[in-house]
């Protein structure tokens, strides 16, 4: 089945203890986004990947750094979580992005909690 | 800047009747324009897209939407809802020849019975 999976799905931590969350596709999409949903603010792109080792910031990308050493993962990395990164987190992905008009499939979300 | 309004938080509709849910943008060149939306606790889905070509855009579920390229406006509409469409409906837009996309705040429709 083609899907994108993300883990942990719900994951509980404290501030400052450096935490990866992942991403997976199976779709062999180039074209990878990680977004935070927050209310009121709708969705916020914070890191996307054009391709392998090719990743660029979104709009909020402060505090997350990401790595795309395969075509299928992108992790998603806080190297020192804060409670302003306490958020619902989507990563999506795309079959490919520059100047197409590809739809994104979106994972389940993860829901982070920043203590 | 580059933005995507969505100007209403929450839509009622009883259940047949038509709904709207509406979305304007701001982006420079000609935009691609796309509907997404989000059941409770899931990710978000693909409803409909608007690239080129005829103004009015059939998507899933029964969705529709007009692009008004002189009000710069996207807006989704169904013609008789149903309980089952109630859910965050998201519009998103990606400026011509850029790579991001940009979502609009979400607008959450309440179906009534």
């Known amino acids: 089945e083609a899907q994108v999976t993300q883990n942990p799905r719900y994951l509980i931590t404290v501030t400052g203890k450096k935490l990866t969350v992942t991403c997976s596709q199976n779709?062999?999409?180039?074209?990878m986004s990680w977004y935070r949903q927050d209310p009121g603010l709708g969705l916020r792109q914070i890191y996307y990947s054009m391709n392998v080792e090719v990743t660029d910031k979104g709009d909020v990308p402060e505090g997350y750094k990401v790595s795309r050493k395969e075509k299928r993962n992108f992790p998603l990395i806080l190297e020192s979580p804060s409670p302003n990164q306490t958020s619902l987190y989507f990563c999506?992905?795309?079959?490919?992005?520059?100047?197409?008009?590809?739809?994104?499939?979106f994972g389940p979300g993860t829901r982070l909690t920043v203590l | 800047a580059q933005s995507v309004a969505q100007p209403e938080d929450q839509v009622n509709v009883a259940e047949g009747n038509p709904l709207t849910v509406k979305c304007t943008y701001s982006?420079?060149?000609?935009?691609?324009l796309f509907w997404y939306v989000q059941y409770p606790n899931r990710g978000l889905q693909f409803l409909l897209k608007y690239i080129t070509g005829d103004n009015l855009v059939k998507g899933s579920y029964g969705f529709e939407a007009e692009f008004n390229k002189s009000q710069t406006s996207f807006h989704l509409k169904k013609p008789s809802a149903l309980v089952s469409d109630s859910a965050l409906y998201f519009c998103a837009v990606r400026p011509y020849r850029d790579d991001k996309i940009i979502f609009g705040k979400g607008t959450r429709l309440h179906i009534l019975p």
């Open positions: 999506a992905s795309s079959p490919r992005l520059a100047g197409s008009t590809d739809t994104q499939y």
């Open positions: 779709m062999n999409h180039e074209y």
């Open positions: 982006v420079s060149g000609n935009p691609y």
